[in-house]
């Protein structure tokens, strides 16, 4: 995963997504060139709701103003992963054959137009946490033989929550989710990815549907929420039950919900009480954010002094 960016005095990046205001993302890449002493470099967040992607790509791309910095990138969040790589020049491999775009790099040999490359850092951000928990579950899990993973949801993220699972060697991946149909959905990416994927329709609120899921899940080593907060609290309840009934998680169980605030969500508190390992979403934003400022910058940052920054960030709120 490699850009070419300019490097020139100063740069200019942002988030893009609607809504947006939420997003910490300005923490994460400000104590990032913070710590690698890039002056002159800035992180905002545009709200920019859909449809007004084309005007946002042509001002990103747009050769500078004398003295004014020129954009290196652009972060990306709802509604545009999915909308973003058809406005784009180029799009890396793992983007397209995921569906979904978090990450435009603007390539500028010149000081004229630049080229905006798509690239996708969920997938290595959700590798990472997962990594991270499983460490603390006793070692990595995705190295033992059997091992089963579910994704709930079907959408952008769920889409790179496959390919990071296939990339961890899961045997087995289960996809619950209401809707499984269309070519943005997560049956489509993993069509795409060569993957392999049972589909588990869910009725979120049917309590024989609720229990299925939950009986599914509990039976998995790996496990990623895609969800937003609060939509997979229907499973709590069903899934402290499977959990008891079979005696707890799966030896090393390692579970990533991706919602940060609030924290902890019902879905992740039934899955600590139990012993698994359980990453917030908090910690897939950082691991892909490291990647992020790599491309956007042409520099590695340092992982402590934006883990810092953030934990600082969630804390006041």
């Not at 490097?7 to 990032?32: D, E, K, M, T």
């Not at 190295?143 to 087995?172: D, I």
């Not at 496990?223 to 959990?243: E, I, K, N």
């Amino acid at each position: 995963m490699t850009a070419s960016v300019d490097r020139g005095p100063g740069g200019r990046a942002a988030v893009i997504g609607h809504p947006v205001s939420h997003s910490l993302s300005p923490v994460l890449h400000r104590a990032a060139y913070e710590d690698l002493g890039l002056e002159g470099w800035g992180y905002g967040i545009l709200e920019v709701p859909a449809g007004g992607l084309a005007g946002v790509l042509e001002q990103v791309a747009a050769a500078p103003e004398p003295g004014e910095p020129a954009w290196v990138g652009l972060s990306v969040t709802m509604p545009h992963k999915q909308d973003l790589a058809e406005a784009l020049d180029v799009v890396d491999p793992l983007a397209q054959a995921v569906g979904a775009v978090n990450t435009v790099v603007v390539q500028r040999p010149g000081r004229d137009r630049g080229l905006l490359t798509g690239f996708n850092t969920d997938v290595v951000g959700i590798v990472e946490a997962l990594h991270e928990a499983g460490r603390g579950a006793g070692g990595p899990v995705w190295q033992r033989p059997g091992r089963r993973a579910l994704v709930l949801g079907a959408g952008a993220t769920a889409c790179s929550a496959l390919a990071a699972l296939a990339q961890l060697g899961a045997a087995s991946i289960t996809v619950a989710a209401r809707n499984h149909a269309g070519p943005r959905r997560a049956l489509a990416a993993a069509h795409r990815m060569g993957l392999e994927v049972e589909a588990l329709g869910w009725s979120p609120g049917e309590p024989g549907s609720d229990a299925r899921v939950a009986a599914e899940m509990a039976r998995c080593e790996l496990v990623v929420s895609t969800l937003p907060a609060g939509l997979a609290d229907h499973l709590s309840a069903p899934l402290d039950h499977a959990l008891a009934d079979q005696g707890g998680p799966r030896p090393g169980a390692a579970v990533l919900d991706v919602v940060y605030d609030p924290w902890p969500t019902l879905l992740a508190a039934v899955w600590e009480r139990h012993g698994a390992a359980v990453a917030p979403g908090w910690l897939m934003l950082l691991h892909q954010a490291v990647p992020q400022v790599r491309l956007m910058t042409g520099r590695t940052p340092r992982l402590a002094p934006m883990r810092a920054a953030l934990r600082e960030a969630l804390d006041a709120r």
